[in-house]
Structure formats: structure tokens, C-alpha cells
């Protein structure tokens, strides 16, 4: 009887550990009962093992962080994060940082989707449920057989013709002298079309201080920054935020004209920053804090980012690219 019990552990053991491996993988996330659309991601690997490990891209913050605490208990993947969830705003610098929050994420395998949910811990009303589905693959690779397109002006100098705010309520974007400009606290700005390969050459300007934020296909930020001088990091301009560095930082002073060119193949992004090239085909594994959707295998719009703080735009022009063999 002990070595059939024995036997019947080891079976129900293999069998976890079996079940446990559905939650390795990357997923896109879709977040439900929020405010505004938004999306997340997960990485999960070494579930059904000792060493199992999480990174994520999420609220609040946005960057890639790799997970603290992330278990597998009876079918169910948690994990957790120490955060300020509802951080209020200070009056002076000196001001107390209010104390950090306890987020709880739990999901489990539904039919080969993640059904997930959140809740900060004593808060109920934060409740908020989640759906994952596996990354798809993205097939396209910027091989040198992408041929450039006629180009589309997406902004004409004159009005906001060809786009629409993300968020209603919000300070308006103007155009005066042939720039477009957001007011403080202004809604992202979505162009009308939606694109999947292309190569897009943007001119900005920010001042002291600025920050603002590209967004390819409506998930993928790439950095503005005034930090010229700085070393490069996952948040510095030009950067795929919270993902890819720079090779090099090439950003001009605040208040100056400066010109990117990025292009976009599949996942692999290349980016030239005032005539240097400081990414040359690196991969994103996922969508960053601006994503609107989770759907990466679908094309998307530019994003204009218009909250996070002063930026000029005086042109928006874009190339689609379309295979040539």
C-alpha cells in the first residue's frame, strides 16, 4: 500500500509539473474594466520547475520589470508587485512618498488563454480582470527586401486632419506656423490609419526637461527625451521604452530641430537619430506602457504622446514598405 501511495504522488507530481509548463511563454494581455483601453505583457519561464521567473510590462510605470515574486500554486500562476498603485500627488519635493501598495495578479490556462485578475491588496474596488493570449509570431524580417512606398504626409502644416485624441476631455493640440503642438496634460494622439510596415521620418522639438513619446503601430513607444550628454539607457531618447537602448546618444540640446527616422519590419526596428544611426534591427519582444492594444499581429496608428509633457512636431511623414520578392 506505501509503494502504491508513493507511486501515486510521483504520478500527480509529473502531472503538475506537466500542467504547471502551459504558463511558460510570452503573452499579450488585454485589460478589461479600466478607465481606457490598455494593454500589458508577460513573460513567464521555468513554471513546473524550482526556478520559475516572470518579467512584465504594466501598470503603473510601464518599464520591463523583472517579477519579485511569481509562483504556481494548484493550476493557478501569481505573482506580485510592491508599487505605489494610487500615488498622490506632492505639494513640495520634501513631501513623504506615500507608501507602497501590494498588487495581486492570479490567473490560470483557460482553453490556451490566460484568465487572469488584479486587485490591490485591501482595496477591492481596484478589482480588474485580464485575458492573455500567446505572442504570435510576426514572420517578417527587414532582410533588404523591403521596397519603399510613395510617401503619406500625415501632417499637413495646417490642422489636425488625420488625427484623433485618444482620450476625450483632455487639453487640445494646436497648430500655428505650420507646428503642432499639445497643451500640458493633452491627450495621445492617434492618426486615423493604421500601418504595419513602414519607414517613419518625424522632426520635433522639445524644451528643457521634455518628455514626450512615439508610438509605432500604437504599441511600441519610441522615447523623446531632452538628454543630451546623458549615457543611454531603456528610457533615453530615441529608446524602445523600458526595452532597448540606444547604441548611442545623438540627441541635440532642448529647443533644438531634430529628425528621426524609424523603421519598422515585423519586430525588428532601426532607428536614425539627427543622420546617426543608433539601433540597427533589434527586436521587440512586446508592447511597451503607450500600447492601446495587445493585438501585435494586426497593423496600427502613429501615436503622438501628449501628457507626459511641451513637444512640437513639424513634419509626420511615413513610407510604407512592401516586400519586393
Known amino acids: 500500500m506505501r509503494l502504491f501511495l508513493a507511486a501515486l504522488f510521483a504520478v500527480s507530481c509529473i502531472a503538475s509539473t506537466v500542467e504547471d509548463q502551459q504558463f511558460n ?3 499579450d494581455i488585454t485589460v478589461k474594466g479600466d478607465n481606457a483601453p ?24 510601464g518599464q520591463l520589470d523583472d517579477i519579485p515574486k511569481i509562483s504556481v500554486y494548484d493550476g493557478e500562476l501569481r505573482f506580485t508587485f510592491d508599487r505605489r498603485y494610487r500615488p498622490e500627488p506632492r505639494v513640495s519635493p520634501r513631501d513623504p512618498k506615500p507608501p507602497l501598495q501590494k498588487g495581486l495578479y492570479w490567473a490560470r490556462v483557460d482553453n490556451g488563454k490566460l484568465k ?9 474596488a481596484s478589482y480588474l480582470e485580464w485575458t492573455g493570449v ?25 490642422d489636425l486632419t488625420g488625427w484623433s485624441p485618444f482620450l476625450s476631455g483632455r487639453p487640445a493640440w494646436t497648430v500655428k506656423q505650420g507646428i503642432l ?19 517613419l521620418h518625424v ?5 528643457p526637461g521634455g518628455n514626450s ?40 540640446d532642448p529647443g533644438e530641430w531634430q529628425v528621426f527616422e524609424i523603421r519598422l519590419v515585423g519586430r525588428q526596428v ?6 546617426i544611426r543608433i539601433m540597427d534591427r533589434q527586436t521587440i519582444d512586446g508592447p511597451t506602457s503607450i500600447a492601446l492594444d495587445a493585438n501585435e499581429g494586426d497593423p496600427g496608428p502613429i501615436l503622438l504622446q501628449g501628457d507626459q509633457g511641451m513637444v512640437e512636431f513639424r513634419k509626420i511623414v511615413l513610407y510604407p514598405l512592401t516586400k519586393t520578392h
Open 270 to 275: 532601426s532607428i536614425m537619430l539627427n543622420g
Open 38 to 61: 490598455r494593454a500589458w505583457w508577460l513573460e513567464v519561464s521555468g513554471a513546473g520547475t524550482d526556478s520559475i521567473k516572470g518579467k512584465f510590462v504594466g501598470a503603473p510605470g
Open 25 to 27: 511563454g510570452r503573452w
Open 116 to 124: 487572469g485578475t488584479f486587485e490591490i491588496e485591501g482595496e477591492p
Open 134 to 158: 500567446r505572442v504570435p509570431a510576426i514572420k517578417d524580417v527587414d532582410d533588404g527586401a523591403w521596397k519603399k512606398g510613395d510617401p503619406i504626409n500625415l501632417f499637413d502644416g495646417h
Open 203 to 207: 522632426e520635433y522639438r522639445i524644451g
Open 213 to 252: 513619446g512615439i508610438g509605432l503601430r500604437g504599441r511600441y513607444e519610441v522615447q523623446l527625451m531632452d538628454d543630451a550628454g546623458k549615457p543611454t539607457s531603456t528610457h533615453g531618447n530615441g529608446a524602445i521604452f523600458g526595452r532597448i537602448a540606444p547604441l548611442v546618444n545623438a540627441t541635440k
Open 181 to 199: 503642438t499639445n497643451a500640458s496634460g493633452a491627450s495621445d494622439l492617434e492618426s486615423d490609419k493604421k500601418f504595419w510596415n513602414f519607414v
